[in-house]
Protein backbone atom coordinates (compact mmCIF):
# COMPACT_ATOMS: atom_id res chain seq x y z
CA UNK A 1 0.00 0.00 0.00
CA UNK A 2 1.66 2.86 -1.22
CA UNK A 3 0.47 6.33 -1.66
CA UNK A 4 -3.10 6.37 -0.72
CA UNK A 5 -5.57 8.98 1.69
CA UNK A 6 -6.09 6.37 4.71
CA UNK A 7 -8.13 6.96 7.24
CA UNK A 8 -6.95 6.72 11.45
CA UNK A 9 -9.50 6.81 14.69
CA UNK A 10 -7.34 8.89 17.02
CA UNK A 11 -4.55 10.18 15.51
CA UNK A 12 -3.95 11.87 18.51
CA UNK A 13 -3.58 9.23 21.15
CA UNK A 14 -1.60 6.22 21.50
CA UNK A 15 -1.84 3.41 19.12
CA UNK A 16 -3.35 6.39 16.22
CA UNK A 17 -0.32 8.35 16.88
CA UNK A 18 1.90 5.24 16.12
CA UNK A 19 -0.53 4.50 13.14
CA UNK A 20 -0.10 8.36 11.73
CA UNK A 21 3.64 8.59 12.15
CA UNK A 22 4.25 5.27 9.94
CA UNK A 23 1.74 5.80 7.38
CA UNK A 24 2.90 9.50 6.83
CA UNK A 25 6.69 8.41 6.69
CA UNK A 26 4.78 5.61 4.29
CA UNK A 27 4.05 8.66 2.20
CA UNK A 28 0.31 8.28 2.79
CA UNK A 29 -2.14 11.09 2.79
CA UNK A 30 -3.79 11.28 6.70
CA UNK A 31 -6.98 12.04 7.96
CA UNK A 32 -8.15 11.50 11.35
CA UNK A 33 -11.58 11.25 13.04
CA UNK A 34 -10.68 12.26 16.53
CA UNK A 35 -12.74 14.87 19.39
CA UNK A 36 -9.27 16.77 19.20
CA UNK A 37 -8.40 19.39 17.33
CA UNK A 38 -5.06 18.78 18.08
CA UNK A 39 -3.52 22.18 19.41
CA UNK A 40 -0.71 22.14 19.93
CA UNK A 41 0.43 18.73 19.20
CA UNK A 42 3.38 18.78 16.15
CA UNK A 43 1.28 15.98 14.35
CA UNK A 44 -1.85 18.44 13.86
CA UNK A 45 -0.21 20.07 10.48
CA UNK A 46 0.63 16.72 8.91
CA UNK A 47 -2.89 15.68 9.00
CA UNK A 48 -6.84 16.78 7.89
CA UNK A 49 -8.72 16.95 11.29
CA UNK A 50 -12.56 15.51 11.51
CA UNK A 51 -14.54 15.65 14.31
CA UNK A 52 -15.56 11.61 15.45
CA UNK A 53 -18.33 12.24 17.87
CA UNK A 54 -21.63 14.28 17.38
CA UNK A 55 -22.00 15.02 14.15
CA UNK A 56 -24.30 13.57 11.33
CA UNK A 57 -24.03 10.73 9.32
CA UNK A 58 -23.45 12.49 5.89
CA UNK A 59 -20.46 14.74 7.44
CA UNK A 60 -18.86 11.75 8.97
CA UNK A 61 -19.23 10.10 5.28
CA UNK A 62 -17.88 13.18 4.01
CA UNK A 63 -14.92 13.07 5.96
CA UNK A 64 -14.15 9.79 4.62
CA UNK A 65 -14.67 10.87 1.22
CA UNK A 66 -11.60 9.27 -1.29
CA UNK A 67 -10.36 7.08 1.67
CA UNK A 68 -8.83 3.67 1.09
CA UNK A 69 -7.99 2.08 4.68
CA UNK A 70 -9.63 3.08 7.98
CA UNK A 71 -7.58 1.89 11.09
CA UNK A 72 -10.01 1.82 13.21
CA UNK A 73 -8.42 2.18 17.00
CA UNK A 74 -11.67 4.35 19.31
CA UNK A 75 -12.59 2.89 22.52
CA UNK A 76 -12.89 3.23 25.64
CA UNK A 77 -10.53 1.62 28.44
CA UNK A 78 -13.72 1.41 31.08
CA UNK A 79 -16.90 3.35 30.88
CA UNK A 80 -16.93 6.56 33.44
CA UNK A 81 -19.57 9.16 33.51
CA UNK A 82 -21.73 9.26 30.21
CA UNK A 83 -19.05 7.38 28.54
CA UNK A 84 -20.03 3.87 28.04
CA UNK A 85 -19.42 0.84 26.18
CA UNK A 86 -22.71 1.44 24.73
CA UNK A 87 -22.44 4.49 23.18
CA UNK A 88 -18.92 3.68 22.60
CA UNK A 89 -20.57 0.34 20.10
CA UNK A 90 -23.56 3.02 18.87
CA UNK A 91 -20.79 5.89 17.39
CA UNK A 92 -19.17 2.67 16.06
CA UNK A 93 -21.85 1.79 14.16
CA UNK A 94 -22.28 5.50 12.76
CA UNK A 95 -18.65 5.24 11.65
CA UNK A 96 -19.09 1.68 9.70
CA UNK A 97 -22.34 3.23 8.16
CA UNK A 98 -20.51 6.21 7.22
CA UNK A 99 -17.57 4.46 5.97
CA UNK A 100 -19.73 2.15 3.67
CA UNK A 101 -21.15 5.49 2.64
CA UNK A 102 -18.13 6.72 1.35
CA UNK A 103 -16.94 3.70 -0.28
CA UNK A 104 -14.32 2.98 2.16
CA UNK A 105 -12.39 -0.48 0.95
CA UNK A 106 -11.12 -1.55 4.20
CA UNK A 107 -11.45 -1.43 7.67
CA UNK A 108 -8.37 -2.56 10.04
CA UNK A 109 -9.84 -2.80 13.04
CA UNK A 110 -7.88 -2.46 16.49
CA UNK A 111 -9.72 -4.78 18.53
CA UNK A 112 -8.68 -6.88 21.50
CA UNK A 113 -6.88 -10.75 22.17
CA UNK A 114 -8.97 -12.93 23.06
CA UNK A 115 -11.97 -11.29 22.30
CA UNK A 116 -15.64 -13.65 22.42
CA UNK A 117 -18.94 -12.55 23.22
CA UNK A 118 -18.92 -15.18 26.33
CA UNK A 119 -15.84 -13.35 27.71
CA UNK A 120 -16.16 -12.83 31.64
CA UNK A 121 -15.53 -9.02 31.30
CA UNK A 122 -17.47 -6.32 30.03
CA UNK A 123 -14.54 -4.60 28.13
CA UNK A 124 -13.85 -8.05 26.14
CA UNK A 125 -17.56 -9.01 25.48
CA UNK A 126 -17.89 -5.28 23.93
CA UNK A 127 -14.95 -5.24 21.87
CA UNK A 128 -16.50 -8.81 20.52
CA UNK A 129 -20.09 -7.63 19.82
CA UNK A 130 -17.57 -4.39 17.78
CA UNK A 131 -15.99 -6.95 16.00
CA UNK A 132 -19.79 -8.61 14.97
CA UNK A 133 -20.52 -5.12 13.78
CA UNK A 134 -17.55 -4.88 11.69
CA UNK A 135 -18.26 -8.24 10.33
CA UNK A 136 -21.42 -7.08 9.14
CA UNK A 137 -20.55 -3.96 7.76
CA UNK A 138 -20.05 -4.82 3.78
CA UNK A 139 -16.70 -3.67 4.19
CA UNK A 140 -13.87 -5.48 3.96
CA UNK A 141 -12.34 -6.34 7.39
CA UNK A 142 -9.22 -7.36 9.07
CA UNK A 143 -8.90 -7.73 13.25
CA UNK A 144 -5.79 -6.91 14.74
CA UNK A 145 -6.02 -7.77 18.39
CA UNK A 146 -3.39 -6.69 20.79
CA UNK A 147 -2.58 -8.10 24.27
CA UNK A 148 -0.98 -5.71 26.49
CA UNK A 149 0.72 -2.29 24.67
CA UNK A 150 3.72 -0.67 25.41
CA UNK A 151 6.29 1.87 23.86
CA UNK A 152 7.22 5.37 25.29
CA UNK A 153 4.57 6.71 27.45
CA UNK A 154 2.29 3.82 27.35
CA UNK A 155 -0.28 3.90 30.58
CA UNK A 156 0.26 0.41 32.19
CA UNK A 157 4.03 -0.99 31.94
CA UNK A 158 5.30 2.88 32.91
CA UNK A 159 2.81 3.18 35.47
CA UNK A 160 3.89 -0.34 36.98
CA UNK A 161 7.77 1.29 37.17
CA UNK A 162 5.91 4.35 38.42
CA UNK A 163 4.47 2.68 41.44
CA UNK A 164 7.88 0.68 41.51
CA UNK A 165 10.20 3.52 41.90
CA UNK A 166 8.37 5.03 44.77
CA UNK A 167 5.77 2.98 46.59
CA UNK A 168 7.70 0.79 49.96
CA UNK A 169 5.44 -2.50 48.90
CA UNK A 170 4.39 -2.84 45.57
CA UNK A 171 0.97 -5.34 46.08
CA UNK A 172 0.70 -7.97 43.21
CA UNK A 173 -2.55 -9.89 42.41
CA UNK A 174 -2.45 -13.03 43.60
CA UNK A 175 1.05 -15.00 43.33
CA UNK A 176 1.80 -13.24 39.69
CA UNK A 177 2.21 -17.02 37.61
CA UNK A 178 -0.62 -15.72 35.26
CA UNK A 179 1.17 -15.02 31.69
CA UNK A 180 1.39 -11.71 29.54
CA UNK A 181 2.75 -11.34 26.08
CA UNK A 182 3.08 -7.28 25.90
CA UNK A 183 3.19 -6.11 22.35
CA UNK A 184 4.94 -3.14 21.65
CA UNK A 185 3.55 -0.04 19.84
CA UNK A 186 5.07 0.54 16.90
CA UNK A 187 5.19 -3.47 16.30
CA UNK A 188 0.96 -2.89 16.80
CA UNK A 189 1.05 -0.27 14.14
CA UNK A 190 3.06 -2.02 11.55
CA UNK A 191 0.91 -5.16 12.06
CA UNK A 192 -2.06 -2.96 11.14
CA UNK A 193 -0.52 -1.46 8.27
CA UNK A 194 0.45 -4.94 6.72
CA UNK A 195 -2.92 -6.01 7.19
CA UNK A 196 -4.22 -3.22 5.19
CA UNK A 197 -2.95 -5.15 2.24
CA UNK A 198 -3.96 -9.10 1.33
CA UNK A 199 -6.41 -11.19 2.08
CA UNK A 200 -9.72 -9.87 3.92
CA UNK A 201 -11.55 -11.20 6.82
CA UNK A 202 -8.66 -12.14 8.69
CA UNK A 203 -8.12 -12.02 12.39
CA UNK A 204 -4.56 -11.47 13.90
CA UNK A 205 -3.01 -11.17 17.27
CA UNK A 206 -0.62 -8.71 17.64
CA UNK A 207 1.45 -10.03 20.24
CA UNK A 208 5.24 -9.74 21.42
CA UNK A 209 7.97 -12.50 20.98
CA UNK A 210 8.50 -13.09 24.76
CA UNK A 211 5.54 -14.45 27.16
CA UNK A 212 6.26 -13.30 30.80
CA UNK A 213 4.91 -14.46 34.11
CA UNK A 214 3.26 -11.17 35.51
CA UNK A 215 5.91 -11.97 38.37
CA UNK A 216 8.92 -12.22 36.20
CA UNK A 217 7.71 -8.75 34.16
CA UNK A 218 7.45 -7.21 37.68
CA UNK A 219 11.00 -8.23 38.63
CA UNK A 220 12.46 -7.14 35.40
CA UNK A 221 10.97 -3.32 35.77
CA UNK A 222 11.61 -3.90 39.55
CA UNK A 223 15.65 -4.39 38.76
CA UNK A 224 15.94 -2.28 35.56
CA UNK A 225 14.65 1.05 37.63
CA UNK A 226 16.99 -0.14 40.46
CA UNK A 227 13.53 -0.61 42.90
CA UNK A 228 13.99 -1.14 46.69
CA UNK A 229 9.87 -1.99 46.65
CA UNK A 230 8.98 -5.31 47.96
CA UNK A 231 6.61 -6.94 45.72
CA UNK A 232 3.88 -8.87 47.54
CA UNK A 233 1.33 -11.41 46.68
CA UNK A 234 -2.27 -9.81 47.26
CA UNK A 235 -5.63 -10.97 46.82
CA UNK A 236 -7.14 -8.98 44.24
CA UNK A 237 -9.88 -6.92 46.07
CA UNK A 238 -6.59 -5.66 48.30
CA UNK A 239 -4.88 -4.86 45.17
CA UNK A 240 -8.11 -3.70 43.82
CA UNK A 241 -8.34 -1.20 47.19
CA UNK A 242 -4.73 0.05 47.19
CA UNK A 243 -5.13 0.88 43.30
CA UNK A 244 -7.89 2.94 44.57
CA UNK A 245 -6.10 4.72 47.16
CA UNK A 246 -3.17 5.54 45.02
CA UNK A 247 -6.00 6.34 42.06
CA UNK A 248 -6.91 9.53 44.73
CA UNK A 249 -3.41 10.36 45.06
CA UNK A 250 -2.75 10.83 41.38
CA UNK A 251 -5.84 12.05 40.40
CA UNK A 252 -6.47 8.94 38.33
CA UNK A 253 -7.92 5.63 37.55
CA UNK A 254 -4.95 2.69 38.20
CA UNK A 255 -6.33 -0.31 37.44
CA UNK A 256 -10.01 -1.54 37.37
CA UNK A 257 -11.59 -4.84 38.63
CA UNK A 258 -12.02 -6.42 34.94
CA UNK A 259 -8.25 -5.04 34.63
CA UNK A 260 -7.39 -7.76 37.47
CA UNK A 261 -9.56 -10.49 36.35
CA UNK A 262 -7.91 -10.55 32.28
CA UNK A 263 -4.69 -10.25 33.91
CA UNK A 264 -4.85 -12.92 36.24
CA UNK A 265 -6.63 -14.97 33.67
CA UNK A 266 -3.81 -15.00 31.26
CA UNK A 267 -5.92 -13.19 28.98
CA UNK A 268 -3.21 -11.15 27.53
CA UNK A 269 -1.25 -13.86 25.85
CA UNK A 270 -1.76 -15.29 22.21
CA UNK A 271 -1.87 -18.70 20.96
CA UNK A 272 -0.63 -17.81 17.53
CA UNK A 273 3.13 -17.36 16.56
CA UNK A 274 4.58 -13.99 17.88
CA UNK A 275 3.93 -11.10 14.92
CA UNK A 276 6.01 -8.19 17.27
CA UNK A 277 10.06 -7.69 17.21
CA UNK A 278 10.35 -5.79 19.86
CA UNK A 279 11.39 -7.96 22.98
CA UNK A 280 10.05 -6.28 26.16
CA UNK A 281 12.80 -7.40 28.34
CA UNK A 282 14.89 -5.62 26.15
CA UNK A 283 13.27 -2.59 25.63
CA UNK A 284 12.51 -1.88 29.18
CA UNK A 285 16.38 -1.95 30.22
CA UNK A 286 17.40 0.35 27.33
CA UNK A 287 14.42 3.07 28.52
CA UNK A 288 15.19 1.73 32.21
CA UNK A 289 16.53 5.81 32.95
CA UNK A 290 13.13 7.38 31.51
CA UNK A 291 10.59 4.74 32.56
CA UNK A 292 8.02 5.47 34.99
CA UNK A 293 9.71 8.48 36.06
CA UNK A 294 6.26 10.34 35.36
CA UNK A 295 2.65 9.38 35.68
CA UNK A 296 1.13 8.81 32.93
CA UNK A 297 -2.47 9.57 33.03
CA UNK A 298 -5.82 8.10 31.76
CA UNK A 299 -8.26 10.47 32.72
CA UNK A 300 -5.53 13.49 31.82
CA UNK A 301 -5.50 11.95 28.54
CA UNK A 302 -8.75 11.05 27.70
CA UNK A 303 -11.01 12.91 29.64
CA UNK A 304 -9.25 16.25 31.06
CA UNK A 305 -7.31 17.35 28.10
CA UNK A 306 -9.16 17.29 24.81
CA UNK A 307 -7.89 20.22 22.85
N1 LIG B 1 -3.63 -0.20 25.65
C1 LIG B 1 -3.65 -1.52 25.64
O1 LIG B 1 -2.88 -2.19 26.38
C2 LIG B 1 -4.60 -2.25 24.74
C3 LIG B 1 -4.65 -3.66 24.81
C4 LIG B 1 -5.52 -4.33 23.95
C5 LIG B 1 -6.31 -3.64 23.05
N2 LIG B 1 -6.23 -2.29 22.99
C6 LIG B 1 -7.06 -1.59 22.01
O2 LIG B 1 -6.20 -0.84 21.18
C7 LIG B 1 -6.87 0.35 20.74
C8 LIG B 1 -6.00 1.54 21.02
O3 LIG B 1 -5.76 1.59 22.41
P1 LIG B 1 -4.86 2.75 23.02
O4 LIG B 1 -4.43 2.26 24.35
O5 LIG B 1 -3.88 3.18 22.03
O6 LIG B 1 -5.98 3.81 23.29
P2 LIG B 1 -6.11 5.40 23.26
O7 LIG B 1 -5.19 6.04 22.32
O8 LIG B 1 -6.14 5.89 24.66
O9 LIG B 1 -7.61 5.48 22.71
C9 LIG B 1 -7.91 5.17 21.37
C10 LIG B 1 -8.82 6.23 20.84
O10 LIG B 1 -10.12 6.07 21.40
C11 LIG B 1 -10.66 7.34 21.76
N3 LIG B 1 -10.99 7.38 23.19
C12 LIG B 1 -10.25 6.97 24.24
N4 LIG B 1 -10.88 7.19 25.39
C13 LIG B 1 -12.04 7.78 25.06
C14 LIG B 1 -13.13 8.29 25.81
N5 LIG B 1 -13.13 8.24 27.14
N6 LIG B 1 -14.18 8.81 25.15
C15 LIG B 1 -14.19 8.88 23.79
N7 LIG B 1 -13.16 8.42 23.01
C16 LIG B 1 -12.12 7.89 23.65
C17 LIG B 1 -9.57 8.39 21.55
O11 LIG B 1 -9.86 9.23 20.48
P3 LIG B 1 -9.62 10.82 20.56
O12 LIG B 1 -9.07 11.16 21.88
O13 LIG B 1 -8.71 11.09 19.44
O14 LIG B 1 -10.96 11.38 20.31
C18 LIG B 1 -8.34 7.60 21.27
O15 LIG B 1 -7.48 8.16 20.35
C19 LIG B 1 -8.21 0.38 21.45
O16 LIG B 1 -9.19 -0.08 20.57
C20 LIG B 1 -8.02 -0.58 22.60
O17 LIG B 1 -9.24 -1.18 22.97
C21 LIG B 1 -5.41 -1.58 23.82
Redesign the pocket.
Known amino acids: MTGHRVAV??????????LAEQLLAAGHEVV?????RGVGDPLQARLIVHA??GVAGNVLAASLEGVDTLF??????FP?GT?TFEG?LA?SAALLEAARTAGVRRIV?????NATLDAETP?VRA?AALEALVRSSGLEWVFV??????GPG???INNLAWALRRLPIYGMPGRGRYTVQ??H?DD?ARICIDAADGESGRVLD?AGPEILQYRELVNLIRTAVGSRSIVLPMPHEVVLAAARLLGLLVRDVVLTRDEIRELTASL?TSSEPPRGLFRISDWVRENADSLGRRWSG?LA???RN?R
Do not use: C, Q
Open positions: TGAFGYTGRATLTRRIENTYWLRREVNHVSVIYKRPTLLYDILPVVLALERNYI
